[in-house]
């Protein structure tokens, strides 16, 4: 009686697992957000304008979009303990370079290096969880890591404004930087490929030529180039907000303090976790995946058209506009979670890697597109963007995040239902 209860994966030490692998995730969020807290203090301190601002933010996730193929490549062959723990020395590396830079070219180089090496983070436990996880648990258990990682957006807002004003910016990173180094040490201790009996530690390494022929497969699918376009959107358009020029718009339009923006922005990043938990769970409770991704994307077109088309609102309307917009931005991840339900798991790394190569492409030519967009306007006499340049900018994002959403309300839905009934039926026979 006993052995027929018995789950066919030991979840509790895939738990711990997926746990050390969230809190390593942590430093990603930390370092990728925290120029939109620091980057008035940054333009300042090196004497840069909004393009370089952009070009420098937006180089940690050009890294990250690079690193995301290889990434792929590693984790299908080496697994995800040795590939995550060798791209954590790589992030180590790259922060130790950020935080000592002396210029803006060595902040850049740190700061792509640091993106590269954060690259295999989040894949990486798609892997892991779905490898130790049944196919309905996966939306649950990636929302759990995203919302542990955001932990580090939640540092790199009001915490890191007070922090820096009192110890300096580049203090506080070497204290993030100390704990990547920590967390690589922790993923090589705990975190393992896969349950015993699993197929993938009995599996025939492939060869070059196969492991390539497997990603030619994953990009002629059909299937996933709908999903893709809002890949590539949907978070790039929140993010530019939540992670970069949110901050300063508060500050230059409304008059803000560093630490009264700095709180908005926390509270943002704390309705992005809630809106984590809540999205998690509802492929299981709707039976769809493609139409959650529509329906919070459309609530984020909404807001950020009025931000566009709003002329000098009270401060309270903005204000509001971005804390809501933190909680369905989390509907970002339920494309990730359509696009896993395409892809084999002989080709997981590699069709993931490719899923969030569209997520981080698009928020690095975003970062750097925001730039270009505030830049073109003549800034005020004390130096500040005027809220028409913001304005053009939010109302580009709202085109760009229409158009995604369009060419997604194409894709064939892919519902939990239907993978529970094809994983059962090898046991029928």
Sequence with gaps: ???????????????????????????????RASNVTIGLDLMRDLAIGPEALGALTGAFFFGFAAMQIPCGFLLDHYGPRRTVFGMLILATIGGVVFTLAPNWPMLLAGRALMGAGFGAMLIGSMVVISRWFPPDRFSTLTAMVLSIGLLGNLVATTPLAWASEAIGWRAVFGIAVAFTGLAAIAVWLVVRDAPSGHPFLDRTPELPRQMLQGLMEVLRNPRLRPILALNFCSYACTFTVQGLWGGP???????????????????????????????????????????????????????????????????WVPVAAILVMGFFSAASTMVLTHGRGIIPDRLIGRGMTTLNTAVMLGVACMQSLSGIILGAFEPLADGARSETAYRALFGVLTAVLIVAVAIYSRSQDVRPSDEMRARLKPRKA
Excluded at 13 to 30: C, D, E, K, P
């Design 249 to 315: 718009f508060l500050r230059e339009v409304y008059g803000m303090s560093a630490i009264a923006a700095g709180n908005v922005l926390l509270g943002a990043v704390i309705a992005y976790q809630f809106g984590m938990l809540a999205f998690g769970p509802l492929d299981r409770l709707l039976d769809t995946r493609k139409w959650i991704a529509v329906g919070g994307n459309l609530v984020t077109i909404s807001l950020l058209a009025t931000l566009a088309l709003a002329s000098q609102p009270p401060v």
């Design 1 to 31: 009686m006993r052995s027929a209860q018995r789950r066919p994966f030991p979840h509790r030490r895939g738990l711990v697992i997926v746990t050390t692998l969230a809190t390593a995730y942590v430093a990603s969020h930390f370092f």
